[in-house]
T-cell receptor, first 114, second 109 residues
């Protein structure tokens, strides 16, 4: 059982380019999340999905889009990358997004936008 | 606004005890989590508190006081492998996790 996998592990991207970060989980969790982590700041929620076919905006959604076509996959797309999107991106999942839900994290993608 | 405060960095000695504090001001409260994050790795779950009091799990304990908006993580018998960042997070009224910036714990021999 792999848990949550993310790809790529790291990426250097030119500003203005389109980029999709991949996230796959094999735990059959209904809820999935995308966070960014920047030095000196807490994890910030970008988008989330409580079940396949639905998505919602988090704290910092601008410049990002997501889709949830099935239970396992939750890709994050940067339509036109900007340097301020340089960050470490973590995908997470939980059973159903409820109040007692523990979130489990993927290994992260380190993205640098030049 | 919503806010979670933790000390930025703490230093402790191997074998000792350390207490990492977390204070929060959030719109509603539906539980508090502590996660551990080693450098360059993903956060991993340590503990969950929703009622006042102390939850003990091996060398780690977590305490919650909802009336004071306060929690602490207590680490006993510190080991070098405990060197990591410790993240405090609160579920708000919208069931979104609000995260603190984390406390970097340095363990010295």
């Amino acid at each position: 059982i792999a848990g949550i996998t993310q790809a790529p592990t790291s990426q250097i991207l030119a500003a203005g380019r389109r980029m999709t970060l991949r996230c796959t989980q094999d735990m059959r969790h209904n809820a999935m999340y995308w966070y960014r982590q920047d030095l000196g700041l807490g994890l910030r929620l970008i988008h989330y999905s409580n079940t396949a076919g639905t998505t919602g905006k988090g704290e910092v959604p601008d410049g990002y889009s997501v889709s949830r076509a099935n239970t396992d996959d939750f890709p994050l797309t940067l339509a036109s990358a900007v340097p301020s999107q340089t960050s470490v991106y973590f995908c997470a999942s939980s059973i159903d997004g409820g109040a007692t839900d523990t979130q489990y994290f993927g290994p992260g993608t380190r993205l640098t936008v030049l | 606004g919503q806010n979670i405060d933790q000390p930025t960095e703490m230093t402790a000695t191997e074998g000792a005890i350390v207490q990492i504090n977390c204070t929060y001001q959030t719109s509603g409260f539906n539980g508090l989590f502590w996660y551990q994050q080693h450098a360059g790795e993903a956060p991993t779950f340590l503990s969950y508190n929703v009622l006042d009091g102390l939850e003990e799990k091996g060398r780690f304990s977590s305490f919650l006081s909802r009336s004071k908006g306060y929690s602490y993580l207590l680490l006993k018998e510190l080991q070098m492998k405990d060197s990591a960042s410790y993240l405090c997070a609160v579920y708000d009224s919208n069931y979104q996790l609000i995260w603190g910036a984390g406390t970097k714990l340095i363990i010295k021999p």
